[in-house]
């Protein structure tokens, strides 16, 4: 009986060993990072525009939902803090980079006050919770400045502690993920204001800004010319079925997932190009989701590959892929430059169309003519004398 018991307990034990590697496997493909060109640009571009553009750059990086953007970022993290690295053990007060993700608004607002309260956090700054704001009361003709023990801390007081903290700490750069919920405002407020705060921020502090979303972050973009002449914009595009390199280049982001997946022999995924294109619409993000999903389904199964079956049942639905290629497409075009945007450009600054100075000033606009009131004439020469007076 004993005996019995203990088989049963190991075969127990083998089975939940076994499902925890099934799981460790899925979690292990799912944090390896695949290049692939479009990746591998930004990170070069963004990384040389950081270190060559002022101290008080905002950049907007903004793209499909599922195209890598978090992927870019972790990127472009690692290689600030490779290149501070021998700064960082001499000066252990300095931080490398400051990186949060923006509250998702509750209430439908963004809440600065919280969002103020996670870099805080990020900076390890201690007694966050404990801050008091001060209140001022006047007795008789003295103004006295009291600490409120009732008193909600405001977010100008954690707005303040934030910018003491960036200066003290002095990150390269301030990341702010899913930076899209900044636009997330009341009727009475602007969406410059939101914008406005980061701008004052990356100035006050001489740090550049970093916000990531996807295009909805666009509402943000040229509200005011200096918010234009002070950001800098990447675009992170899916992968284009109907562009030559695009296609190889996604060809070769399924071959090297495939290449990563625990089975004895790597599955042939590039078969299956043109599926896994139109269920991912082109992005390496969906693409990677879709794969882990498929991927625990045969690790479940016990299965030596990934079949079209675990593909299927494992697919995003259509009406979900419909809205994000929605938004890309409206995107893509909010981002494209047109030939007629260009010479509407150059015709309000004095310029012809094909390139050069016009040679006449604009002619001033025509009087406009007044409106008669019903029954009034029209303005005219009347004749003076008559024929038969002139006779006598």
Same mark, same amino acid.
């Given at each position: 009986?004993?005996?019995?018991?203990?088989?049963?307990?190991?075969? %127990?034990?083998?089975?939940?060993?076994?499902?925890?590697?099934?799981? /460790?496997?899925?979690?292990?493909?799912?944090?390896?990072?695949?290049? @692939?060109?479009?990746?591998?640009?930004?990170?070069?571009?963004?990384?040389?525009?950081?270190?060559?553009?002022?101290?008080?750059?905002?950049?907007? *990086?903004?793209?499909?939902?599922?195209?890598?953007?978090?992927?870019?970022?972790?990127?472009?993290?690692?290689? *600030? =803090?490779?290149?501070?690295?021998?700064?960082?053990?001499?000066?252990?007060?300095?931080?490398?980079?400051? /990186?949060?993700?923006?509250?998702?608004?509750?209430?439908?607002?963004?809440?600065?006050?919280? @969002?103020?309260?996670?870099?805080?956090?990020?900076?390890?700054?201690?007694?966050?919770?404990?801050?008091?704001?001060?209140?001022?009361? +006047?007795?008789?003709? @003295?103004?006295?400045?009291?600490?409120?023990?009732?008193?909600?801390?405001? /977010?100008?007081?954690?707005?303040?502690?934030?910018? %003491?903290?960036?200066?003290?700490? =002095?990150?390269? #750069?301030?990341?702010?993920?899913?930076?899209? @919920?900044?636009?997330?405002?009341?009727?009475?407020?602007?969406?410059?204001?939101?914008?406005?705060?980061?701008?004052?921020? #990356?100035? +006050?502090?001489?740090?550049?800004?970093?916000?990531?979303?996807?295009?909805?972050?666009?509402?943000? =973009?040229?509200?005011?010319?200096?918010?234009?002449?002070?950001?800098?914009?990447?675009?992170?595009?899916? $992968?284009?079925?109907?562009?030559?390199?695009?296609?190889?280049?996604?060809?070769?982001?399924?071959?090297?997932?495939?290449?990563?997946?625990?089975?004895?022999?790597?599955?042939?995924?590039?078969?299956?190009?043109? $599926?896994? $294109?139109?269920?991912?619409?082109?992005?390496?993000?969906?693409?990677?989701?879709?794969?882990?999903?498929?991927?625990?389904?045969?690790?479940?199964?016990?299965?030596?590959?990934?079949?079209?079956?675990?593909?299927?049942?494992?697919?995003?639905? *259509?009406?979900?892929?419909?809205?994000?290629?929605?938004?890309?497409?409206?995107?893509?075009? $909010?981002?494209?430059?047109?030939?007629?945007?260009?010479?509407?450009?150059?015709?309000?600054?004095?310029?012809?169309?094909?390139?050069?100075?016009?040679?006449?000033?604009?002619?001033?606009?025509?009087?406009?003519?007044?409106?008669? %009131?019903?029954? /009034?004439?029209?303005?005219? =020469?009347?004749?003076?004398?008559?024929?038969?007076?002139?006779?006598?």
């Amino acid at each position: 009986m004993k005996g019995t018991s203990g088989g049963d307990a190991n075969s %127990k034990m083998d089975e939940c060993t076994k499902k925890l590697l099934s799981d /460790s496997q899925v979690v292990d493909f799912y944090r390896r990072k695949i290049n @692939h060109p479009k990746l591998e640009t930004l990170e070069i571009e963004l990384t040389t525009t950081l270190l060559d553009s002022p101290k008080n750059t905002v950049f907007l *990086i903004v793209g499909p939902s599922g195209a890598g953007k978090s992927t870019l970022r972790e990127k472009i993290e690692h290689n *600030i =803090r490779l290149a501070l690295a021998e700064q960082l053990i001499e000066d252990t007060e300095r931080l490398a980079l400051v /990186s949060v993700e923006a509250p998702s608004p509750e209430s439908g607002i963004f809440n600065w006050r919280e @969002h103020f309260k996670l870099m805080l956090e990020e900076f390890n700054e201690p007694l966050i919770d404990l801050k008091k704001d001060s209140v001022e009361r +006047r007795i008789g003709p @003295h103004v006295a400045v009291l600490a409120g023990d009732n008193v909600r801390v405001s /977010s100008a007081a954690y707005r303040t502690s934030v910018e %003491k903290a960036i200066k003290r700490r =002095r990150p390269l #750069a301030v990341f702010i993920d899913e930076a899209q @919920h900044l636009a997330k405002v009341s009727r009475g407020k602007r969406l410059q204001d939101q914008l406005d705060v980061v701008k004052s921020i #990356a100035n +006050r502090t001489k740090t550049p800004h970093i916000l990531v979303g996807p295009y909805e972050l666009l509402r943000l =973009r040229n509200l005011s010319g200096q918010l234009s002449r002070r950001s800098i914009d990447f675009h992170f595009p899916r $992968y284009r079925a109907n562009v030559d390199e695009d296609v190889v280049a996604f060809r070769n982001v399924i071959r090297q997932f495939a290449r990563i997946m625990p089975f004895p022999e790597s599955p042939d995924l590039v078969q299956e190009w043109d $599926y896994l $294109y139109e269920r991912s619409i082109g992005c390496v993000g969906i693409l990677k989701d879709w794969l882990t999903r498929a991927l625990a389904k045969a690790l479940r199964q016990k299965a030596q590959t990934i079949t079209h079956d675990d593909l299927k049942k494992t697919q995003m639905d *259509i009406s979900k892929l419909n809205q994000l290629l929605t938004e890309c497409i409206e995107g893509e075009l $909010y981002l494209q430059e047109s030939e007629d945007d260009r010479n509407k450009l150059r015709i309000r600054m004095g310029l012809d169309k094909q390139g050069g100075v016009k040679d006449s000033a604009p002619k001033p606009p025509k009087p406009s003519k007044k409106k008669q %009131k019903p029954g /009034s004439r029209n303005p005219t =020469r009347d004749k003076v004398g008559t024929k038969n007076a002139a006779i006598g």
